[in-house]
């Protein structure tokens, strides 16, 4: 039988999706934040319980549910993951249907990095509404799918909140959590896990970046995937 996805609670229920290869940062980054939220509970889903592993190979993050364990969230967050990744989640229609089927009753349906083409797979994302992706994968979200790439950290469209690369969970999750709990509270938990990023490099922004930064950066996601 199906449940919710963790016992019934006066805060959010956050579930978080896991397939084969997705990026760590990209469920772990949001999980921290959300997981601060007065009464939240944030779980891990993937189509079976246990451990998933990440494009790396080297690290796994524990699913303590399965798909059909889970009925309504109030908030779906879809990570994204490398090429073989992404493309595998795409092509998986237990997992297309899961998203469907729990977007239907969430407050918020979220994805960070290429997690937004996994909405558009999904038909979540449709043509002409505006989102947000991987830098790389931006021209993909547009060409095939319709969308508007806009290059901002994270895009708002209707109930849908997309993040772009990796570390822009981060910020999509602090503006979910002031929806969910207000200013004061999202504020509360960036200073709790001490937000406040400097990076040593200027190097983040690939409207910013050479030709070879570019080609450097793809090559190194490449080869670390296993």
């Known amino acids: 039988a199906t449940a919710t996805a963790t016992p019934a609670g006066r805060g959010p229920r956050i579930g ?19 997981a601060r939220l007065p009464n939240a509970t944030v779980t891990m889903i993937a189509e079976r319980r246990g451990p998933v592993r990440t494009d790396t ?3 796994a993050v524990l699913a303590d549910r399965s798909y059909a364990e889970v009925d309504r969230l109030d908030v779906l ?13 795409m092509g998986n229609p237990a997992l297309l249907d899961f998203v469907r089927r ?21 038909g979540l994302l449709t043509a002409g509404q ?9 021209g993909y979200l547009e060409s ?21 690369g990796v570390s822009a969970g981060l910020d999509m999750a602090l503006h979910l959590a002031a929806q969910l709990a207000g200013d004061t509270i999202a504020q509360g938990i960036q200073l709790a896990v001490e937000y406040d990023p400097r990076p040593p490099f200027d190097a983040g922004d690939a ?4 030709p070879e930064l570019k080609a450097l950066a793809l090559r190194l996601l490449e080869e670390s995937q296993v």
Do not use: K, M
Request: aromatic share 6%; net charge neutral.
């Open 16 to 34: 978080i999706l896991l397939y084969d290869g997705y990026s760590l940062l990209d469920p772990t980054g949001p999980a921290e934040i959300l």
């Open 57 to 59: 190979g080297d690290v």
């Open 77 to 89: 967050l879809v990570p994204g993951a490398g090429n073989r990744g992404t493309i595998g989640a």
């Open 102 to 122: 729990v977007d239907r009753h969430t407050r918020w349906t979220t994805s960070v990095c290429t997690g937004s083409l996994i909405l558009a797979a999904a």
């Open 130 to 138: 505006r989102a947000t992706t991987h830098w790389a994968s931006a």
């Open 144 to 164: 095939e799918f319709g969308v508007v790439h806009v290059p901002e950290r994270w895009v708002r469209s209707g109930r849908l909140i997309t993040a772009a």
């Open 207 to 210: 409207a910013q970046a050479s």
